[in-house]
């Protein structure tokens, strides 16, 4: 047995015959904090939703916990698909009703800390929310989960400064020792000090897969050594 | 506390804990946060302070009490030691600067000693 949480060999998927991801690989220890870092478009959004078993039809396998199987791999994993599902006419309550119904591992004491912490109104409808709320919501409705593998996709996009703080904190403060995290963002200065290791996606890969004490061990900052990655793309 | 992004996060947690423990905020025998409390303080990750502790235990300035958490050492002489090796490394610091103005040896000394003079006045 390997302490892989999430192992993946050989993958490709395409999209109306548009290569989207090619030739990717990726191994990833229990207990980590992984950035998935590239530029808007490089695939890092599509690779989530492979690993969570909501993109279907790729070629290659992808293992979390040691099954390839979608609807076991969905069991063992928490990702909140930026909420597409639900109409914005309904209530948070309501969200939270059907993610009780949905996941067997969905803890409501734990929902209700985080609520508490995110000072989200129940009452609310997804309507009402503002970007940072929509983003600490979908943060609580994902750790709530009891899952060895979290998958948060650009959870800072577009919020301000103090909404990202609380979310960096609840990271730091429910995430389990053995689950492991992968934050997909194409800026990585709001989360490096959080950072166990990075996976650069680029020309539709994985580019690399670094600790970030490699990175610092050579006396580069996350950012030079990512911007670095991407710097010949400008001329 | 801000941390600099190109030395590993572990090491920088390890000095501000070195230097909280040499300016006697954490004191011998002390017991000193929680690795959770520490890591939100600090906005690092659990892991990565974990690893700063644990150099810490092996270098015996911390001791780790099973189910307690983690204390200060309550050997003097060793944290005098830490006491002395932070005051090393500022001055190592210092002297590479000054080296790269010029002024070395003898002249650096004189040079910190007029400064001094100076310095006192103004204070006065």
Same mark, same amino acid.
């Given at each position: 047995m390997s302490d892989n949480v999430l192992a993946i060999k050989d993958l490709s998927y395409k999209k109306n015959q548009k290569?989207?991801?090619?030739?990717v690989n990726l191994n990833l220890d229990q207990g980590k904090i992984v950035a998935l870092l590239g *530029?808007? @478009? =490089? @695939?890092k959004t599509t690779l989530m939703r492979i690993i969570a078993g909501? =993109?279907?039809?790729?070629?290659g396998e992808v293992e979390v916990d040691g099954t390839t199987k979608e609807a076991d791999r969905k069991a063992k994993l928490s990702f909140t698909?930026?909420?597409? %599902?639900?109409?914005?006419? /309904?209530?948070i309550q309501e969200v939270v009703d059907f993610y009780i119904n949905i996941f067997n591992d969905f803890d409501e004491n734990e929902f209700e800390e985080l609520r508490k912490f995110m000072k989200l109104?129940? *009452?609310?409808?997804?309507?009402?929310?503002s970007r940072g709320m929509r983003e600490k919501l979908i943060i609580a409705l994902t750790f709530s989960r009891k899952a060895d593998l979290y998958l948060l996709d650009?959870?800072? %996009?577009? /919020?301000?400064a103090m909404a990202r703080k609380k979310i960096i904190n609840s990271i730091i403060m429910w995430k389990d020792e053995k689950a492991t995290i992968l934050i997909s963002d194409h800026f990585v200065n709001e989360i490096s000090t959080l950072l166990d290791e990075v996976v650069v996606v680029k020309n539709d890969t994985i580019l690399e897969h670094k600790t970030a004490d490699e990175i610092r061990e050579n006396h580069k900052s996350i950012e030079e050594y990512y911007e670095g990655l991407y710097e010949d793309d400008d001329e | 506390m801000e941390f600099k992004d190109n030395i590993p996060i572990y090491l920088q947690i390890e000095q501000y804990l070195y230097r909280k423990i040499a300016l006697g905020e954490l004191k011998a025998g002390e017991k000193i946060p929680s690795v959770r409390k520490l890591a939100l303080e600090l906005t690092v990750n659990v892991n990565t302070v974990q690893r700063a502790l644990q150099q810490m235990n092996d270098r015996g300035i911390l001791y780790t009490k099973r189910g307690e958490g983690n204390f200060v050492t309550e050997d003097t002489e060793l944290i005098n030691q830490t006491k002395q090796d932070l005051i090393d490394n500022e001055l190592e610091n210092f002297v590479q600067s000054m080296e790269k103005l010029g002024a070395e040896g003898d002249s650096l000394v004189s040079i910190l000693d007029d400064y001094l003079r100076r310095r006192g006045k103004e204070d006065e």
């Open positions: 290569t989207i991801l090619h030739d *530029e808007n @478009g =490089a @695939g909501v =993109a279907k039809n790729y070629k698909d930026g909420l597409s %599902g639900f109409s914005d006419s /309904i209530k109104d129940p *009452e609310m409808k997804l309507s009402q929310l650009e959870p800072f %996009g577009g /919020i301000d | -």
